[in-house]
């Protein structure tokens, strides 16, 4: 059983493998570098490594044990309906997941192998399956930062459109598109 570090961000809570012993570095990069002296380290994902300290860093929640690939539940990973949701995916039925800017590929990944088993291709799997991503834009003219709504089919359902309304992305001109090529498929 690994041990996991989890730490909470405005998304939702992430995981960095926890190693306290020279034994939890077994089979990692790591073995035979990080030293004893050094633990405990949270190695993370990304080919690095860094002291663990959860005395002072303020996002640290707990210590958790787990052998699965996605050691907390999709819905804590990736706020599920968050009332502050500003990016992430929409299900068909309205519900959404939340993500940082860069973390779209990274959500539809434990999205899909949830919603979706067996897949490959994680965003296009979730697009086919009438999932829409809700992005960061920059129009790259006025330094300006916004929401555009993507729909791989081109439709959305009536609970993503009604979704849509209640975080105020009705009015995007996307998303006025979108509608209206969907209204047949109502």
């Given at each position: 059983m690994k041990k996991y570090a989890v730490y909470k961000s405005e998304t939702g809570y992430y995981c960095y493998e926890y190693c306290d012993t020279i034994e939890s570095?077994?089979?990692?990069?790591?073995?035979?570098?990080?030293?004893?002296?050094?633990l405990p380290v949270v190695l993370d994902g990304?080919?690095?490594?860094?002291?663990f300290d959860g005395e002072t860093d303020p996002n640290f929640t707990e210590i958790i044990e787990s052998d699965?690939?996605?050691p907390l539940p999709v819905?804590?990973?990736?706020?599920?309906?968050?009332?502050?949701?500003?990016?992430?995916?929409?299900?068909?039925?309205?519900?959404?997941?939340?993500?940082?800017?860069?973390?779209?590929?990274?959500?539809?990944k434990a999205l899909a192998k949830k919603f979706l088993p067996p897949t490959e291709y994680y965003?296009?799997?979730?697009?086919?399956?009438?999932?829409?991503?809700i992005i960061d834009s920059w129009d790259g003219t006025e330094r300006r930062h916004g929401q555009f709504v993507?729909?791989?089919?081109?439709?959305?359902?009536?609970r993503q459109a009604d979704k849509?309304?209640?975080?105020?992305?009705?009015?995007?001109?996307?998303v006025k598109k979108i509608i209206a090529d969907s209204e047949n498929y109502w």
């Open positions: 570095l077994e089979g990692t990069s790591f073995e035979g570098i990080i030293q004893k002296d050094t990304k080919g690095g490594y860094f002291r699965e690939e996605y819905e804590k990973m990736f706020f599920k309906n968050d009332k502050n949701f500003k990016l992430g995916w929409m299900s068909p039925d309205g519900d959404t997941y939340s993500c940082d800017y860069t973390g779209h590929t990274k959500a539809a965003e296009r799997a979730l697009g086919r399956a009438g999932w829409i991503k993507y729909s791989m089919s081109g439709k959305i359902t009536n849509l309304f209640d975080l105020g992305l009705y009015e995007n001109p996307e």
